[in-house]
């Protein structure tokens, strides 16, 4: 089934936010469940939960959140250790003191890229990885570069990409678009631009509202041609 024939749900997601790849393991199991998962095309939408991060300021991820949300070093932690033991449960490993807070702007600039490749999921994935998993500097030119090797890209494209501003216009539509929508925080899922799933809801929840706009968007779609049979001839030269 080509993608023109398949519902769309599109996904807004900031690579350093901890719920966005809970709700991406919780999305996935979802679809695995769901019995017309074939009829569903995902795509990715760049949003940046704090634009205005200066890459390189040497904070930790604690100082960080305390700093931003006027709290204590010590309750930024604990907030950290819940969201780390949920992702626990989906298989996923935190390693929040190793994470390295910057900018995300270019990681979001290889999403965009990656999408047109049709990587804009393993780009994601890797992506998440490397922040929450593997304390990487997703800032950092090299880091990208390597990342976007590893899932599949021509280390020419990456090099252009890093040494420029391309796919910038792209990352900014996406926030834009998202703004237009009302959407104020992340995962936020948008199925067939009819429904909204805020948050990194259960898998159920993800189930249910698959089977219903899915169930809605077929109800949409034209027939197939009612063919009348008559003498043909064929590619394989019967007559």
Same mark, same amino acid.
Request: aromatic content about 10%; charged content about 25%.
């Given at each position: 089934?080509?993608?023109?024939?398949?519902?769309?749900?599109?996904?807004?997601?900031?690579?350093?936010? !901890?719920?966005?790849? /809970? %709700?991406?393991?919780?999305? &996935?199991?979802?679809?695995?469940?769901?019995?017309?998962?074939?009829?569903? &095309?995902?795509?990715?939408?760049? $949003?940046?939960?704090? !634009?205005? /991060? &200066?890459?390189?300021? %040497?904070?930790?991820?604690?100082?960080?959140?305390?700093?931003?949300?006027?709290?204590?070093?010590?309750?930024?932690?604990?907030?950290?250790?819940?969201?780390?033991? =949920?992702?626990?449960? =989906?298989? =996923?490993?935190?390693?929040?003191?190793?994470? @390295?807070?910057?900018?995300? $702007?270019?990681?979001?600039?290889?999403?965009?890229?990656?999408?047109?490749? +049709?990587?804009?999921?393993?780009?994601? &994935?890797?992506?998440?990885?490397?922040? $929450?998993?593997?304390g990487k500097d997703f800032s950092d030119a090299g880091t990208l570069?390597?990342?976007?090797?590893? /899932? %599949?890209?021509?280390?020419?494209?990456?090099?252009? =990409?890093?040494?420029? +501003? %391309? $796919?910038?216009?792209? @990352?900014?539509?996406?926030?834009?678009?998202?703004?237009?929508?009302? /959407?104020?925080? @992340? !995962?936020?899922?948008?199925?067939?631009?009819?429904?909204? @799933?805020?948050?990194?809801?259960?898998?159920?929840?993800?189930?249910?509202?698959?089977?219903?706009?899915?169930?809605?968007?077929?109800?949409?779609? !034209?027939?197939?041609?009612?063919?009348?049979?008559? +003498?043909?001839?064929?590619?394989?030269?019967?007559?």
């Amino acid at each position: 089934m080509s993608t023109a024939n398949k519902m769309k749900v599109e996904i807004w997601s900031d690579i350093m936010c !901890p719920w966005c790849y /809970i %709700g991406k393991r919780r999305f &996935e199991a979802a679809m695995e469940q769901f019995s017309d998962a074939g009829s569903v &095309e995902i795509e990715w939408h760049s $949003f940046q939960l704090d !634009p205005t /991060i &200066e890459s390189g300021h %040497g904070d930790n991820l604690y100082t960080y959140l305390s700093k931003r949300k006027g709290i204590p070093y010590e309750q930024a932690e604990q907030m950290n250790h819940q969201v780390t033991a =949920l992702a626990a449960d =989906l298989g =996923l490993t935190y390693n929040m003191e190793q994470a @390295v807070v910057a900018n995300s $702007f270019d990681a979001h600039r290889l999403i965009q890229l990656a999408k047109q490749h +049709q990587l804009g999921d393993a780009a994601e &994935e890797r992506l998440f990885k490397a922040y $929450f998993t593997e304390g990487k500097d997703f800032s950092d030119a090299g880091t990208l570069v390597e990342l976007g090797k590893e /899932i %599949g890209l021509e280390e020419s494209v990456l090099t252009e =990409l890093v040494s420029g +501003q %391309g $796919f910038a216009t792209e @990352v900014r539509r996406d926030i834009q678009e998202a703004d237009a929508l009302g /959407i104020r925080g @992340v !995962p936020f899922f948008v199925f067939d631009r009819k429904y909204g @799933v805020s948050g990194a809801q259960a898998a159920d929840t993800f189930l249910e509202v698959l089977n219903k706009s899915v169930d809605e968007w077929k109800k949409t779609q !034209p027939a197939g041609l009612e063919i009348i049979e008559g +003498q043909t001839c064929g590619p394989d030269g019967d007559c």
